[in-house]
Nanobody, 117 residues
Framework: QVQLVESGGGLVQPGGSLRLSCAAN????????MRWYRQAPGKQRELVAQ???????SYEDSAKGRFTVSRDHAKKTGYLQMSSLKPDDTAVYYC???????????WGQGIQVTVSS
């Protein structure tokens, strides 16, 4: 059974940092691209960052320069390091893995990030 378990969310003040983790079980992690999405109240889910199987990264414009996506194949874990956080970053963050060959995809349960003073 495939599981993606997120951790590291919480409440942080504006300008602060958080690191989200996504631990993958039940799949061959190295053959899946990893993506981080977020969904704020009343808004559509949006793609924030992604990292391919060989480490290629891309970011949504508001995340560029503030967020860093990474992965550790040995630990079967992906990360989203978020810095200079703003209230607009407040959302539920989801990790997602995608096999670009088969289009098989799995989602984490989501984790709340709240940026507030």
């Amino acid at each position: 059974q495939v599981q993606l378990v997120e951790s590291g969310g919480g409440l942080v003040q504006p300008g602060g940092s958080l690191r989200l983790s996504c631990a993958a079980n039940g799949l061959i992690f190295s053959i899946y691209a990893m993506r981080w999405y977020r969904q704020a109240p009343g808004k559509q889910r949006e793609l924030v960052a992604q990292i391919g199987t060989t480490g290629g990264e891309s970011y949504e414009d508001s995340a560029k320069g503030r967020f860093t996506v990474s992965r550790d194949h040995a630990k079967k874990t992906g990360y989203l390091q978020m810095s200079s956080l703003k209230p607009d970053d407040t959302a539920v963050y989801y990790c997602n893995v995608l096999n670009v060959r088969t289009m098989e995809t799995f989602w984490g349960q989501g984790i709340q990030v709240t940026v507030s003073s």
